[in-house]
């Protein structure tokens, strides 16, 4: 009876120690798994750093700069469409003006349009906004880049209408305007109505430099 209990003890410590064995290597195992996925997940990290063009930062940055710019570009199309109705009236007759049907005060027309550019301008700030708007008035009124920039500075030329050489073309104001000194061109733009130069006539007097005191 003994000898049965004790085998019995003996066989169920055997079991025991299996048990415990099986546990120790299922534990262990799972121990390397861990190790070998933080291994894999560290060379991973390592291919793909923090500062790739992947990482969730670089993508974050990118969509937030897009929704940026999606945004300049909807604001600049509403200043835009807001300075269109703004200057209807002096839109049509731009179009009047540009296939022939009106010439009656051309300079005062494009000097009126200069100033509404002007003040768009300072109305809103930025760079990117005001070549937006010569782009798209170029595009939309058909009126070169280079004609846009010279009613600008007829603007500037002339801050007051008052002073405009509305009895001169606007082949003349082009001229007059290349004159950056006020007075000289004050006096070219008088000599001209005096003497009722031709366009080519006054650039030519002013490239022979015409002594003013003389006149």
């Known amino acids: 009876m003994k000898k049965?209990?004790?085998?019995?003890?003996?066989?169920?410590?055997?079991?025991?120690?299996?048990?415990?064995s099986l546990v120790t290597e299922k534990e262990n195992r799972v121990m390397d798994n861990s190790c070998l996925y933080k291994k894999k997940e560290i060379q991973f990290a390592a291919f793909f750093p923090t500062t790739s063009p992947f990482s969730r930062s670089r993508i974050k940055n990118r969509m937030s700069q897009k929704t940026l710019l999606?945004?300049?570009?909807?604001?600049?199309?509403?200043?835009?469409?807001?300075f269109i109705k703004k200057t209807e009236n002096l839109i049509k007759l731009l179009h009047e003006i540009n296939t022939g049907n009106n010439h009656y005060h051309e300079v005062l027309i494009y000097w009126q349009f200069g100033e509404q550019i002007i003040m768009e301008m300072a109305l809103h700030n930025n760079q990117a906004y005001h070549?937006?708007?010569?782009?798209?008035l170029t595009d939309e009124l058909g009126i070169p880049q280079q004609k846009l920039n010279t009613i600008i500075a007829l603007r500037k030329a002339y801050p007051v209408a008052a002073e405009l050489p509305l009895a001169l073309s606007w082949?003349?104001?082009?001229?007059?305007?290349?004159?950056?000194?006020?007075?000289?061109?004050?006096f070219y733009q008088?000599?001209?109505?005096?003497?009722?130069?031709?366009?080519?006539?006054?650039?030519?007097?002013?490239q022979k430099n015409i002594d003013i005191k003389t006149q």
């Open 4 to 20: 049965q209990i004790i085998f019995s003890i003996f066989l169920f410590y055997i079991l025991f120690l299996t048990i415990v």
């Open 70 to 82: 999606r945004k300049i570009q909807i604001n600049n199309q509403s200043y835009y469409q807001q």
């Open 131 to 136: 070549t937006f708007l010569i782009n798209s």
């Open 171 to 186: 082949e003349h104001c082009e001229i007059l305007i290349e004159i950056n000194e006020k007075d000289k061109r004050l």
């Open 190 to 206: 008088r000599i001209t109505e005096k003497n009722q130069w031709t366009p080519n006539e006054l650039r030519q007097n002013i």
